[in-house]
């Protein structure tokens, strides 16, 4: 921002006193915006606002937000002349369809990352799995004469399944998925 008081200027004139072309004078309240190497930037504001509205804007304001003012003016002005009918508008409206657009991208994402990491969580449990071996395997083998079959009138000594806890026959398509689950 620029200090408030005024940096002493060349002899030539402001932007503003050229394009309008009359002569500039040592109080030109527009000296200071415009200065004369940057007759585009009056010109714009002048297009879309003209000069006399532009005066009476610069009078409402406080002196040290006068720069700020001509600033928004100029962009305001840039915009008005890019896009006739919207404006900054179209331009605000615009940026926040994008960011709606980015936050949606960002909600995708965040669902496939929980997804791929569930999905890792899951893989690491079955290889877990998979690695712990309890030490007798033998109730994994059919055919193997379980305890309390064969002797007692059981059906001729081979077990087709496994047993529960309590030691009740368990039909073999639930023992096979029971209690591991192979792949």
Same mark, same amino acid.
């Given at each position: 921002?620029? =200090? #408030?008081?005024?940096?002493?200027? =060349?002899?030539?004139?402001?932007?503003?006193?050229?394009?309008? $072309?009359?002569?500039? #004078? @040592? /109080?030109?309240?527009?000296? @200071?915006?415009?200065?004369?190497?940057?007759? $585009?930037?009056?010109?714009? &504001?002048?297009?879309?606002?003209?000069?006399? /509205?532009?005066?009476?804007?610069?009078?409402?304001?406080?002196?040290?937000? %006068?720069? +700020? #003012?001509?600033? =928004?003016?100029?962009?305001? *002005?840039?915009? %008005?002349?890019?896009?006739?009918?919207? !404006?900054?508008?179209?331009?605000?409206?615009?940026?926040?369809?994008?960011? &709606?657009?980015?936050?949606?991208?960002?909600?995708?994402? %965040? *669902? %496939?990352?929980?997804?791929?990491?569930?999905?890792?969580?899951?893989?690491?449990?079955?290889?877990?799995?998979?690695?712990?071996?309890?030490?007798?395997?033998?109730?994994?083998?059919?055919?193997?004469?379980?305890?309390?079959?064969?002797?007692?009138?059981?059906? !001729?000594? *081979?077990?087709?399944? !496994?047993?529960? !806890?309590?030691?009740?026959?368990? @039909?073999? +398509?639930?023992?096979? #998925?029971? @209690?591991?689950?192979?792949?």
């Amino acid at each position: 921002m620029r =200090s #408030t008081h005024q940096e002493p200027r =060349s002899s030539s004139s402001c932007a503003a006193c050229k394009f309008l $072309k009359r002569r500039c #004078t @040592p /109080n030109c309240q527009f000296a @200071p915006y415009f200065r004369s190497d940057e007759p $585009k930037k009056f010109a714009k &504001v002048h297009k879309v606002f003209g000069a006399s /509205n532009v005066s009476k804007i610069l009078n409402e304001v406080a002196e040290e937000q %006068r720069e +700020d #003012t001509v600033n =928004s003016l100029v962009y305001e *002005a840039e915009v %008005r002349l890019q896009d006739p009918v919207y !404006g900054c508008i179209g331009a605000i409206a615009s940026l926040q369809h994008r960011m &709606v657009e980015l936050q949606h991208d960002l909600l995708l994402a %965040r *669902a %496939r990352l929980a997804c791929c990491a569930a999905d890792s969580h899951h893989h690491q449990q079955q290889q877990l799995q998979l690695h712990q071996q309890p030490s007798d395997l033998s109730f994994l083998d059919p055919f193997v004469q379980m305890p309390g079959i064969g002797s007692g009138g059981g059906g !001729g000594g *081979a077990a087709v399944g !496994g047993f529960d !806890g309590d030691q009740n026959m368990l @039909p073999f +398509d639930q023992f096979i #998925t029971s @209690p591991f689950q192979f792949p």
